[in-house]
Nanobody, 124 residues
Framework: QVQLVESGGGLVQAGGSLRLSCSAS????????MGWFRQAPGKEREFVSA????????GYAESVKGRFTISRDNAKNTVYLQMNSLKPEDTAVYYC?????????????????WGQGTQVTVSS
C-alpha cells in the first residue's frame, strides 16, 4: 500500500508561482509512474502532468504546457510540480497519483493510489 501526501498549495495572484510536492511512503517509489491531476468545483478530474519511473519522460496537458514542470527525486520519494504563470483557471484541488504501468497514462482510472489533494487558488 502506497501513501501519498501533497503539500505546497495555497493562494496566489495571477502570474505567480507555486511548487507542489508529493511525498510517498509504503512502496518502492521508483516503481511507479507518478501523475498530477486536478479537479475544479463542478468539473471532472483532469490530467495535468505525469513522469516516468526514472524521470526520463514527461507528459503535460495542453493547458499547462510551457508553464508547469514535473520532476521527481527518487532518493527522496518525492514528485514535484512547479507551476509558473498561474491563471485563475488553474484554480482546483491538485492530486498526485501513482501507477505501476510502464507508460505515462493520462486516464485517472489507470492510477492505483491517490493523495488527499491540496488546494490551489489563483486570484485575478
Amino acid at each position: 500500500q502506497v501513501q501519498l501526501v501533497e503539500s505546497g498549495g495555497g493562494l496566489v495572484q495571477a502570474g505567480g508561482s507555486l511548487r507542489l510536492s508529493c511525498s510517498a511512503s509504503g512502496g518502492t517509489f521508483s516503481s511507479y509512474v507518478m501523475g498530477w491531476f486536478r479537479q475544479a468545483p463542478g468539473k471532472e478530474r483532469e490530467f495535468v502532468s505525469a513522469i516516468s519511473r526514472i524521470g526520463g519522460r514527461t507528459g503535460y496537458a495542453e493547458s499547462v504546457k510551457g508553464r508547469f514542470t514535473i520532476s521527481r527525486d527518487n532518493a527522496k520519494n518525492t514528485v514535484y510540480l512547479q507551476m509558473n504563470s498561474l491563471k485563475p483557471e488553474d484554480t482546483a484541488v491538485y492530486y498526485c497519483a501513482a501507477n505501476l504501468q510502464i507508460i505515462i497514462d493520462r486516464r485517472p482510472g489507470a492510477y492505483d493510489y491517490w493523495g488527499q489533494g491540496t488546494q490551489v487558488t489563483v486570484s485575478s
